[in-house]
Structure formats: structure tokens, C-alpha cells
Nanobody, 121 residues
Framework: QVQLVESGGGLVQYGGSLRLSCAAA????????MGWYRQAPGKQRELVAS???????NYADSVKNRFTISRDNAKRSVYLQMDSLKPEDTAVYSC???????????????WGQGTQVTVSS
């Protein structure tokens, strides 16, 4: 069974920083694209940032130049460095990974359990 285990959320003041981590556990042939999503109360879940297996990144406009996504393929992990945090960044952040369980089957998405990020003004 594949699990994505997240850590690093918490409470931070306006302008502060947090680093989220997400590690994939289980029997995995290969990890494809990985990403971070967030959902604020009363809002739809949105993509924050994503990174392909060869390092190409994509960011939501609202976080460009403030957040940085990275990954360590050897550790099967993805990270989100969040700087210059604003109250509007407050949300539950979840990681997602495209997982190839074997070479023979189509990949599927796995999600982490989510971690709360709260930015106080």
C-alpha cells in the first residue's frame, strides 16, 4: 500500500516561512509528477505547485516568487518552501503524487492526508 506522509505545517506570522515535506512510502516502481495543493475553508482545492520527475516546475500565480517546490527522487520526497507567507495562504496543504506501481500498469494518483498551514496577520 502506498502512502504519502506529510509534515511541516503549523502556525506562522505574516511574512514568515514554513517548509512542507512529503515522503512516499510503499512498494513503488517509479514516481511521476508530484505536487502540492491547498484548500481554504469555503473554497475549492487549488494547485499550488508541481514538479515533474525531471525537475520542471509549475506554480500558481499567487505563489510565484514566494514558494519553491523541489524533490529528491532518491528519498521519494517532495518539498515546498514557503516564504513571505500571507494570511491568504492559510489552508490545508496536501501533496499528490503520480505513482507507477509496476512497469505494467497505468499510473494513479495518491494523496497525502493534508497538513494545516495558518498564517496570522
Amino acid at each position: 500500500q502506498v502512502q504519502l506522509v506529510e509534515s511541516g505545517g503549523g502556525l506562522v506570522q505574516y511574512g514568515g516561512s514554513l517548509r512542507l515535506s512529503c515522503a512516499a512510502a510503499g512498494v513503488i516502481f517509479r514516481l511521476g509528477e508530484m505536487g502540492w495543493y491547498r484548500q481554504a475553508p469555503g473554497k475549492q482545492r487549488e494547485l499550488v505547485a508541481s514538479i515533474t520527475s525531471d525537475g520542471r516546475t509549475n506554480y500558481a500565480d499567487s505563489v510565484k516568487n514566494r514558494f519553491t517546490i523541489s524533490r529528491d527522487n532518491a528519498k521519494r520526497s517532495v518539498y515546498l518552501q514557503m516564504d513571505s507567507l500571507k494570511p491568504e495562504d492559510t489552508a490545508v496543504y496536501s501533496c499528490k503524487a503520480v505513482v507507477f506501481l509496476t512497469i505494467l500498469v497505468n499510473p494513479r494518483d495518491y494523496w497525502g492526508q493534508g497538513t494545516q498551514v495558518t498564517v496570522s496577520s
